[in-house]
């Protein structure tokens, strides 16, 4: 059982794991979100080859999924999983805490993300080839936006989402369970505290943000067909690691 001292400490913990390693701030993405895409800059972009572009994002996320390491590397108990565990967690999580940390640098009046410095529309990915890929995670990103969490709901969304104790091949699935329903209760108790209860029926389900990600590994699957080399000599270790 945990006492308001643990359970004030692990609070602490989580949103200061988050708050340490959120990459952007949030006054920051807010000042940048009415700087859009010239049509021209849009175009320009939007001819860009599908084998550059996909390097551009791939390096850009990557950046971004460091910053989520180094968020699982600071939630107490994350690194005294044992390291296959670990890798586990971080593999089926990392593009999940992308999505939610995505919806930090969307704007949902007029449906767009930052990209490169200012915020791009769907249409800018258009090279890409991976449409459903990215109006899906645009979908995702306007329904978290929706809910409007605070930093602090979402440092406990993200820690929440990433110990998830029911995946396939966790070795020690106990401890993973533990320090989810840890960190469960310490969000159920700030919720309670911010009269902020009935978000926990409407952040989105499990299986959709896990739906997003699969999609984004079949996309990838297709690229690799498409460019065999580019995969392994230009994307970054990190993310051949996470996702190929
Ligand atoms: C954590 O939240 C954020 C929010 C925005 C950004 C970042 N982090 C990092 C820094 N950044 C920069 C420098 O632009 C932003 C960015 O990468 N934006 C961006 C990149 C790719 C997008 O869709 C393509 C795509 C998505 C998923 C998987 C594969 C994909 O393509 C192959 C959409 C937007």
Excluded at 29 to 42: A, K
Excluded at 96 to 122: D, P
Excluded at 160 to 182: A, F, G
Aim: aromatic fraction near 12%; glycine fraction near 2%; hydrophobic fraction near 45%.
């Amino acid at each position: 059982m945990l006492s308001a001292t643990e359970l004030e400490l692990l609070m602490q913990n989580v949103v200061f794991a988050h708050q340490e390693t959120c990459q952007f701030r949030q006054e920051n993405l807010q000042i940048l979100r009415w700087e859009t895409f010239t049509p021209e800059e849009m175009q320009s972009l939007q001819q860009k080859p599908m084998d550059q572009m996909w390097e551009r994002c791939v390096c850009h996320i990557t950046d971004a999924i460091q910053y989520i390491v180094e968020f699982a590397k600071r939630l107490s108990g994350f690194m005294d999983l044992n390291p296959n565990d670990q890798i586990v967690l971080l593999k089926a999580g990392a593009m999940e805490l992308l999505l939610i940390r995505m919806s930090r640098a969307f704007n949902w009046y007029n449906s767009t993300v930052f990209f490169e410095g200012k915020y791009a529309q769907l249409e800018l990915f258009h090279s890409l080839g991976c449409h459903d890929l990215i109006s899906s995670m645009f979908e995702f990103c306007q329904s978290l936006c929706a809910l409007n969490l605070s930093e602090h709901e979402m440092a406990f969304f993200s820690a929440m989402t990433l110990l998830d104790p029911s995946l396939h091949w966790l070795q020690e699935r106990h401890k993973v369970d533990t320090l989810y329903r840890k960190i469960h209760l310490a969000f159920r108790n700030l919720l309670q505290r911010t009269h902020r209860e009935f978000i926990l029926t409407k952040l989105p389900e499990k299986e959709k943000l896990s739906s997003i990600c699969q999609l984004h590994l079949e996309k990838l699957n297709i690229f690799r067909q498409m460019y065999p080399s580019i995969a392994w000599e230009r994307f970054p270790p990190l993310y051949k690691e996470l996702f190929i």
